[in-house]
């Protein structure tokens, strides 16, 4: 069983920024780590992805304007957020993918609204 806590979101006018982190219980060294998003009325979505190795993979949407990096020692997840556009408003959850199993935080509201 793996616990996750998201914190950092909050309000932003467009064009700010924010960093998100994710603190995971034991170890995430060698795990994939994701963070998604799900709009209201709309389906979750990946928003960017690090494996253990560290290789990334971001959406379009947000390519040149997230950084997704990762603390193993410190079992921490994180999503560096600029350039913020309203659409960037969702519910952000933090995952990891542990031996076929998808664990989830409870999630962190992002408003981006001036």
């Known amino acids: 069983q793996v616990q996750l806590v998201e914190s950092g979101g909050g309000l932003v006018q467009p064009g700010g920024s924010l960093r998100l982190s994710c603190a995971a219980s034991g170890s995430i060294s060698i795990y994939r780590m994701a963070w998604y998003r799900q709009a209201p009325g709309k389906q979750r979505e990946l928003v960017a992805r690090?494996?253990?190795?560290?290789?990334?993979m971001y959406a379009d949407s947000v390519k040149g304007r997230f950084t997704i990096s990762r603390d193993n020692a410190n079992s921490k997840l994180y999503l560096q957020m600029n350039s913020l556009k309203p659409e960037d408003t969702a519910v952000y959850y933090c995952?990891?993918?542990?031996?076929?199993?998808?664990?989830w935080g409870q999630g962190t509201q992002v408003t981006v609204s001036s």
């Open positions: 690090i494996s253990g190795g560290g290789e990334t």
């Open positions: 995952n990891i993918y542990v031996i076929g199993v998808n664990y």
